[in-house]
Structures are given as structure tokens and as C-alpha cells.
């Protein structure tokens, strides 16, 4: 395999080089499963990632940068070559006159292009880590953990997901929105509160991992992560490329069911069970907007809602044709006095009547 120098910007340049450097990661990739519109995020999210760590250091810098990018596609392959190699190993095999913390951050930016994923020891806030005592497999192991023994499923009814849980529903229905991430730990975090939920945006290399499985990535968490994908954006409705076209025209639809089908079983879905669980307990919430006086498909508190509007309806009909009663029942009167007094002047003009009625008369 041939090292390939990376540059500060890939999505801009000729499909052959874009090529070049995704078989990099990927050596079995056939040229002809190549569209460099599918990798156009990944590609950005790799600029985005260098800019990142220019700005944070002078050694990333782009005035000299080029000595860097030569020394990540070189690790890039020692990494795919030795995947066992602990991280103080392949510090030590460097040459490098560079300050210190260069080499282990460029190592790290080497596993970040090779994972699709964030790697940064340097940064504290939920990025994978990679202590310098283990090889990339064991900081991937370390990272991802396995399921917890609450994601276990108890019954054949609490296995099923319905068929309708799709972000399409969860946008239209309850309000959520999308937020994408490069960072694959946090697939499918949900934030109640501001009502987003993340996805991981980078489905082509997922499907890349699960097709030529050389990196480190465990098998459980790249097939279910690629599942949850198409159990929330299902490529073959039109309401999908709706929801992807106002969410930055993501395109990975495209891509198909990657040769499985749709599934909607939850003991299917490995370590992100927990959270697909979670996805499926917003179902049991109230709907937002037009769709509270809707029926759910689940059919969930439709009666009470549909009781509580009818009774809201009802009592204001009531207290609009109480009003509308009242104000005609005021001009009736008003009008009956009017011809009380009329007939009254009337009668008074005859002498004998006006003298018949001194009341009314005098």
C-alpha cells in the first residue's frame, strides 16, 4: 500500500486523487463503488478537522503543514499493516525532530481518518481517547464499552419497534430535529429539552467498515449503527429525502439499503439498543401542533384527548350563542319600548282615551 500525502482541503480536487486517499482506508474498495458525492461530508468533515487543529497549534499550521500531512498517511498505513501496534510503539518508531505532543496528536489524526471518528486525547469533552499503553483496537473497546444488562429485552412485545418510528414522524409529530455528528459515540443522543436528536452522518463509511472489516471498529456497533440509520431514514420513502433535503441535502439515501432490509426488532440492534429504546419512548408522548386532536397510529390517550377538545368546543359554542342570546333578547326590548311609545302617543291624541289613561297621558 502507498502512503497518500493528504491536503488541507479533499473535497475540491479530481475524483482519481479523492479516490487515491479513500482506498487508503479502505484498500479493497473497487474503483467502480467510488461516487465522490457520497464521501462529499467526509470529506469536509476531514477539512473541517484539519482546520480545527491548525488553528489550536503552530505545528498544524498551514504554512507547515506539509511535513504533517505526509507523516498522517504514513501512520495511516502502519495502522492498517499492524493494528496491534500499542501507541508508545509507533511514538517510538518516529523520527521526528518535532515538539513532543506532535507525534501523538498526529498518530491520533491518522486513527481519526481511518475510524471516520473523532480521536483526540487532548480534548475533554466525550471524544474517543487513545492512552499511549494501548493499540487503537483496545482504545475502540474502551470507548464503546458493550451493552449494559438494562438494554436487555424481556418480552416479544417490548422487542417490537413500530414501523412508523421514523424521523420523518418524530419531526412532523414532536418537534424533534436533526443535529448531525462526526463523532459516532454520539449516534442517536437525545436531547429532550431542545428536542434534537444526533445522528452519525457518515452511513458510507460505515457500510465501507462493515465490507472490508480491517479496522478495529467492533462488528456490533458498525451493523447496528448502519441499521438505526435506515430504521430512521428509510431510502426507499419520499418523506426521507424530504426530511435529508432541509437537513443540509444529505444524500446517503442513495445509497439503499446497503443489501439488508428495515428492522424492527430491538434485540437486533446490539450496544445502540438502549438509545433506539429511547427513541421509541418519545412514541408514548403527547404529539405537537395540529397532530394533538389527531389519532396516533398507536392509538395512545386518543379518547382522553379527543374528549378534552370536544369539552373545550363544546363550551365555548355554548358561551358564544349565550352572548349572541343575550345581546338579541337586549334589542327586542328596546324595540318593544319603542312601539310602546308610539302606540301610547297615538292613543293619547283621542280625548276620551287621554282621558281614560292620565298615566300615560299627562
Same mark, same amino acid.
Given at each position: 500500500m502507498t502512503a497518500i500525502p493528504i491536503t488541507l482541503s479533499l473535497a475540491p480536487r479530481s475524483r482519481e486523487e479523492q479516490f487515491r486517499f479513500v482506498q487508503n482506508i479502505w484498500p479493497k474498495l473497487p474503483e467502480g463503488d467510488f461516487v465522490s458525492a457520497d464521501?462529499?461530508?467526509?470529506?469536509?468533515?476531514?477539512?473541517?478537522?484539519?482546520?480545527?487543529?491548525?488553528?489550536?497549534? /503552530?505545528?498544524? #499550521?498551514? +504554512?507547515?503543514?506539509?511535513?504533517?500531512? /505526509?507523516?498522517?498517511?504514513?501512520?495511516?498505513?502502519r495502522l492498517q499493516e499492524q493494528p496491534t501496534l500499542k501507541k508508545v510503539d509507533l511514538i517510538s518508531e518516529s523520527s521526528s525532530c518535532a515538539a513532543d505532543d506532535v507525534v501523538p496528536r498526529t498518530i491520533e489524526l491518522a486513527a481519526t481518518f481511518l475510524l471516520g471518528t473523532p480521536v483526540d486525547s487532548d480534548y475533554k469533552f466525550g471524544r474517543m481517547t487513545w492512552d499511549v499503553n494501548m493499540d487503537l483496537g483496545e482504545a475502540v473497546v474502551a470507548a464503546f464499552g458493550s451493552a449494559s444488562a438494562s438494554d436487555s429485552i424481556?418480552?416479544?412485545?417490548?422487542?417490537?419497534?413500530?414501523?412508523?418510528?421514523?424521523?420523518?414522524?418524530? !419531526?412532523?409529530?414532536?418537534?424533534?430535529?436533526?443535529?448531525?455528528?462526526n463523532d459516532i459515540r454520539q449516534h442517536l443522543d437525545i436531547n429532550s429539552?431542545?428536542?434534537?436528536?444526533? +445522528?452519525?452522518?457518515?452511513?458510507?463509511?460505515?457500510?465501507?467498515?462493515? !465490507?472490508?472489516? #480491517?479496522?478495529?471498529?467492533?462488528?456490533?456497533?458498525? /451493523?447496528? #449503527?448502519?441499521?438505526?440509520?435506515?430504521l430512521l431514514f428509510p431510502p426507499d420513502l419520499k418523506e426521507t429525502r424530504r426530511v435529508l433535503k432541509v437537513n443540509k441535502d444529505r444524500t446517503f439515501y442513495k445509497l439503499g439499503y446497503c443489501g439488508r432490509k428495515r428492522c424492527l426488532k430491538l434485540s437486533e440492534y446490539g450496544p445502540w439498543r438502549g438509545r433506539v429504546s429511547e427513541l421509541r419512548r418519545i412514541l408514548d408522548d403527547s404529539p405537537r401542533?395540529?397532530?394533538?386532536?389527531?389519532?396516533?397510529?398507536?392509538?395512545?390517550?386518543?379518547? #382522553?384527548?379527543?374528549?378534552?377538545? +370536544?369539552?373545550?368546543?363544546?363550551?365555548?359554542?355554548v358561551l358564544i350563542l349565550g352572548i349572541i342570546d343575550a345581546v338579541h333578547t337586549t334589542k327586542s326590548y328596546r324595540i318593544f319600548q319603542k312601539q310602546l311609545e308610539v302606540e301610547t302617543g297615538v292613543a293619547c291624541v283621542d280625548s276620551k282615551a287621554a282621558d281614560a289613561l292620565p298615566k300615560y297621558c299627562h
Open positions: 464521501y462529499q461530508f467526509f470529506f469536509e468533515f476531514i477539512d473541517q478537522y484539519l482546520k480545527e487543529k491548525s488553528e489550536k497549534s /503552530d505545528d498544524f #499550521a498551514p +504554512v507547515r503543514l506539509d511535513h504533517t500531512r /505526509d507523516e498522517i498517511g504514513k501512520y495511516m498505513q424481556n418480552s416479544t412485545e417490548d422487542d417490537n419497534i413500530p414501523s412508523y418510528l421514523t424521523m420523518h414522524y418524530l !419531526r412532523t409529530r414532536y418537534n424533534y430535529q436533526v443535529l448531525w455528528t429539552t431542545h428536542r434534537q436528536i444526533k +445522528v452519525y452522518e457518515h452511513l458510507v463509511c460505515l457500510w465501507n467498515h462493515f !465490507r472490508f472489516p #480491517a479496522l478495529p471498529l467492533p462488528k456490533d456497533v458498525i /451493523d447496528g #449503527a448502519i441499521g438505526t440509520l435506515f401542533g395540529i397532530y394533538q386532536l389527531l389519532s396516533q397510529k398507536n392509538g395512545q390517550k386518543f379518547i #382522553a384527548r379527543a374528549t378534552f377538545w +370536544v369539552t373545550i368546543f363544546t363550551t365555548a359554542a
